[in-house]
């Protein structure tokens, strides 16, 4: 028992080995560390205005709980928000309970959100629109959208997305996509069949459940390199797919902010300005150029 009990301990110190979070800021150097508090990490800012609760998901290779340094999108956030004098307790969940959690006021920003339209409907609010409960940001760097296909299936998608009408497409749950295409699987022109996460929605298409799965390509397919299936096993279901040739858009990334959050508009300012001043200085790119370049295999 006390050796079992050991290994759990030696278990539990490896995949909770604790991240820094380095950015600069008018010429000085921040140094951020974060230690474990509830069932996430809380980086604490000298003087916080407030203490602000991110909710994320595993997103690789933007973020993810297990990359290196845990992801670009990780460190820039914790960054930006810093930066502008908030404390940061953030939390990795599967996105539908991420997104419940937002738009409930169980935890205050939502990252990294896709474009929400006005008439977009809550999953979780009854008569109420996602931006009637939540404030959404300027935008930051992102990735493409696309169809993911069989290897060796024709194409299906045209540019049109009139010409998948009735096609059985694998979806996230509580992913947005693309306006067009949220719109018409609300209105059930497409049947659509979702997934937990970004794996299972490759295994979905593997299988043969699904004609097609939609998402970023990167993530889908990082999303079975980094799982912790067999190396044949991954071998396997990369093998068996491929993207279709015709892309929908390239959807930038966002931070979407509960109204329910004390000083949210203030909030919503500070990370519009934060914004602002890491694309002026060149700072999101330093993030993400140092990030890859630690993290290289």
């Not at 459940?209 to 912790?228: A, C, E, H, N, W």
Request: contains cysteine.
């Amino acid at each position: 028992m006390r050796w079992f009990y050991f290994i759990l301990l030696l278990t539990s110190s490896n995949c909770f080995a604790e991240t820094s979070v380095e950015y600069y800021q008018n010429g000085t150097q921040h140094v951020l560390t974060g230690h474990y508090h509830k069932s996430g990490v809380l980086y604490e800012a000298k003087k916080p205005k407030q203490t602000l609760h991110l909710a994320t998901l595993d997103w690789p290779p933007y973020i993810g709980n297990n990359l290196c340094n845990k992801g670009w999108v990780y460190q820039f956030s914790i960054a930006l928000l810093n930066s502008k004098g908030y404390s940061v307790y953030i939390e990795f969940l599967p996105w539908a309970r991420a997104v419940r959690n937002v738009e409930l006021g169980k935890a205050d920003i939502l990252m990294p959100e896709y474009f929400i339209e006005d008439t977009a409907p809550s999953d979780y609010v009854n008569g109420k629109t996602r931006r009637e409960l939540l404030g959404l940001s300027n935008s930051f760097k992102g990735g493409e959208i696309a169809f993911l296909k069989r290897k060796g299936d024709t194409d299906r998608f045209t540019g049109n997305l009139k010409s998948l009408k009735g096609q059985k497409i694998g979806v996230v749950r509580g992913y947005q996509n693309t306006p067009e295409f949220d719109a018409m699987m609300d209105n059930a022109e497409f049947e659509v069949i979702t997934s937990v996460d970004d794996l299972q929605l490759v295994q979905l298409l593997v299988a043969k459940r699904v004609d097609l799965i939609i998402g970023d390509p990167q993530v889908l397919k990082f999303s079975v390199t980094y799982s912790s299936l067999t190396k044949p096993e991954k071998q396997s279901l990369l093998s068996s797919i491929e993207q279709e040739s015709i892309p929908l858009q390239y959807n930038p990334l966002y931070f979407a902010i509960s109204k329910l959050t004390p000083k949210w508009l203030l909030v919503l300012e500070d990370i519009n300005e934060g914004l602002y001043q890491f694309h002026n200085s060149g700072e999101i790119d330093r993030i993400i150029n140092t990030t890859n370049t630690q993290c290289k295999p």
